[in-house]
């Protein structure tokens, strides 16, 4: 917990751009917007598409041991019950005494511990009782953000309820799901029979989660509905040893971070979860950190959660959640490591990670790793009321197109369509132009470096494939 800013993009750069281009707007912006909500426009679209995509190839599609699920959003309200979310998925709650507006407590703190370091560098907040904090925030005399004075501190229960059908007792009440987990636990019995699946092997799912969340800001790292990619990787205890499994799984993630996103490790960091702030029943809980321009924050967590999901699910629902291992007959509840990680995160940090500002040249680039960036390449005709230009533009962008993501412009002149693609991370340009018509060549324009080269249309596709391996 530091306020040093190792990137040095503000929030402010990233929400502004992600506006103007259509990566990200606010919800509901006619009506006012709605808090801690946003919408996706076409470009953020293609970005979480390409990130679920890449996760679930790297993390299901190649692997023999890992299987995919897509459970519901609205599970038997059960299922919260035995999770333990209707007991304790609450958040610490404070109100400003004289605008009664809410805050979490413990982000309270933080943000006054990150202004004042001098205090102390590394309190965890975390898991702290509601009596604690109340105890930090008269120590350092915290005041609200608009600097009243702070009511006590109370848990708030962040699962969103609702209910089913027209009537609105007990009995129809559901939740909207606070995490994919749980349809995970819950469909287990079932993936083992219908898959005939040997320990050790992993379930993954990506989708929709909802929490009511207290704090607003930070744009997308902290919103009412979001979306999670979540793995239970289940195991027998007395086989597998957790410490290894446990490092294979970080080794999964940072490598998925760094080589599969692009993503600059000095920007990346583990950090341990304490005794006290882990869950009872977790062994070992770990962060991967991102430095974010509001600081060092949680990107993706790791646990070991031993066999309490199974357990608590096969108590309340009555049924054995047991495996039977084929070759000795024992019969146990296999323990779970489990990774989850946040898509709009993700999002977020490939935002940052890829904002540069080049004031030499007066542009704005998103460093994208190729692959990731939502188009690969445009291609302009070098002048759009001259037809044998345009046809024959459009004939390479026809083509392209049935393998990359192609932008097509013909606005204005290349200087600024080379801009207005650096500035959604384009890694290539391609313009057609008289010699073109003459010798089948194109100018090729490198977005990290603006450097240009001639290409011969029928080497392109070797040269892309490469390119964007
Ligand atoms: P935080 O401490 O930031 O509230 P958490 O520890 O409660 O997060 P988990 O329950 O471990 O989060 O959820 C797994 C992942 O889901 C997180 O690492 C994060 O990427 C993502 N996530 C959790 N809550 C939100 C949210 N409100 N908005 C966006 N992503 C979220």
């Given at each position: 917990?530091?306020?040093e800013?190792?990137?040095?993009?503000?929030?402010?750069?990233?929400?502004?751009?992600?506006?103007r281009r259509?990566?990200?707007?606010?919800?509901?912006?006619?009506?006012?917007?709605?808090?801690?909500?946003?919408?996706?426009?076409?470009?953020?679209t293609?970005?979480?598409?390409?990130?679920?995509?890449l996760w679930?190839?790297f993390?299901?599609?190649?692997?023999?041991?890992?299987?995919g699920l897509?459970?519901?959003?609205?599970?038997?309200?059960e299922?919260?019950?035995?999770?333990?979310?209707?007991?304790?998925?609450?958040?610490?709650?404070?109100?400003?005494?004289?605008n009664?507006?809410?805050?979490?407590?413990d982000l309270?703190?933080?943000?006054?511990?990150?202004?004042?370091?001098?205090e102390?560098?590394?309190?965890?907040?975390?898991?702290?009782?509601?009596?604690?904090l109340?105890?930090?925030?008269?120590?350092?005399?915290?005041?609200?953000?608009?600097?009243?004075p702070?009511?006590?501190?109370?848990?708030?229960?962040?699962?969103?309820?609702?209910?089913?059908?027209?009537?609105?007792?007990?009995?129809?009440?559901?939740?909207l799901?606070?995490?994919?987990?749980?349809?995970?636990?819950?469909?287990?019995?079932?993936?083992?029979?219908?898959?005939?699946?040997?320990?050790?092997?992993?379930?993954?799912?990506?989708?929709k989660?909802?929490?009511?969340?207290?704090?607003?800001?930070?744009?997308?790292f902290r919103?009412?509905?979001?979306?999670?990619?979540?793995?239970?990787?289940f195991?027998?205890?007395?086989?597998?040893?957790?410490?290894?499994?446990?490092?294979?799984?970080q080794?999964?993630?940072?490598?998925?971070?760094?080589k599969?996103?692009?993503?600059?490790?000095?920007?990346?960091?583990?950090?341990?979860?304490?005794?006290?702030?882990?869950?009872?029943?977790s062994?070992e809980?770990?962060?991967?950190?991102y430095?974010?321009?509001?600081?060092?924050?949680?990107?993706?967590?790791?646990a070991?959660r031993?066999?309490?999901?199974?357990?608590?699910?096969?108590?309340f629902?009555?049924?054995?959640?047991?495996y039977?291992?084929?070759?000795?007959?024992?019969?146990?509840?296999?323990?779970?490591?489990?990774?989850?990680?946040g898509?709009?995160?993700?999002?977020?940090?490939?935002?940052?990670?890829?904002?540069?500002?080049?004031p030499?040249?007066?542009?704005?680039v998103?460093?994208?790793?190729?692959?990731?960036?939502?188009?690969?390449?445009?291609?302009f005709?070098?002048?759009?009321?001259?037809?044998e230009?345009?046809?024959?533009?459009?004939?390479v962008?026809?083509?392209?197109?049935q393998?990359?993501?192609?932008?097509?412009?013909?606005?204005?002149?290349?200087?600024?369509?080379?801009?207005?693609?650096?500035?959604?991370g384009?890694?290539?340009?391609l313009?057609?132009?008289?010699?073109?018509?003459?010798?089948?060549?194109?100018?090729?324009?490198?977005r990290?470096?603006?450097?240009?080269?001639?290409?011969?249309?029928s080497?392109?596709?070797?040269?892309?494939?490469?390119?964007?391996a």
């Open positions: 917990m530091t306020n800013t190792k990137n040095s993009v503000s929030l402010e750069n990233i929400t502004a751009l992600a506006k259509g990566f990200i707007y606010q919800t509901s912006e006619i009506y006012g917007g709605l808090a801690n909500s946003y919408d996706y426009g076409p470009l953020g293609e970005l979480l598409l390409k990130i679920k995509e679930w190839n993390f299901i599609r190649r692997r023999d041991d890992m299987l897509d459970s519901q959003i609205l599970l038997h309200p299922t919260w019950v035995a999770s333990g979310h209707v007991d304790s998925f609450t958040d610490p709650l404070v109100e400003d005494q004289l009664h507006k809410r805050y979490r407590a309270l703190i933080e943000e006054y511990l990150n202004k004042h370091p001098e102390q560098k590394e309190i965890i907040i975390a898991n702290l009782s509601t009596s604690e109340d105890e930090l925030i008269g120590k350092y005399q915290i005041k609200s953000p608009d600097g009243n702070l009511s006590k501190t109370q848990d708030f229960n962040i699962l969103f309820e609702t209910a089913i059908g027209a009537v609105t007792d007990k009995k129809s009440q559901v939740y799901r606070g995490e994919t987990a749980q349809g995970i636990f819950s469909n287990f019995k079932q993936i083992l029979n219908s898959n005939r699946q040997k320990l050790p092997f992993g379930v993954g799912q990506i989708g989660s909802f929490r009511n969340e207290i704090t607003t800001g930070q744009f997308i919103t009412l509905e979001f979306e999670q990619a979540e793995i239970e990787y195991f027998d205890p007395d086989t597998n040893s957790w410490e290894d499994l446990f490092r294979d799984w080794n999964q993630m940072w490598d998925f971070v760094t599969v996103l692009g993503i600059k490790e000095e920007n990346l960091r583990w950090r341990r979860h304490t005794d006290k702030e882990r869950s009872h029943y062994k809980t770990y962060d991967l950190e430095h974010y321009p509001f600081g060092w924050k949680e990107l993706w967590g790791i070991y031993g066999d309490y999901d199974l357990r608590q699910h096969q108590e629902s009555k049924k054995s959640l047991e039977i291992d084929p070759q000795t007959n024992k019969k146990f509840l296999p323990h779970v490591i489990e990774p989850a990680a898509i709009n995160r993700l999002l977020l940090m490939l935002l940052c990670d890829a904002y540069q500002e080049d030499s040249k007066e542009r704005i998103m460093a994208f790793k190729a692959k990731i960036a939502p188009y690969q390449l445009a291609v005709p070098l002048l759009k009321n001259k037809n230009l345009v046809d024959k533009a459009k004939q962008y026809e083509d392209l197109r393998t990359y993501q192609v932008a097509w412009d013909d606005r204005g002149n290349i200087g600024k369509r080379y801009l207005s693609q650096d500035e959604i384009t890694p290539f340009c313009t057609i132009d008289f010699e073109t018509l003459e010798n089948d060549t194109v100018t090729i324009r490198h990290d470096s603006a450097k240009q080269e001639r290409l011969a249309i080497e392109l596709n070797n040269y892309l494939k490469t390119a964007l």
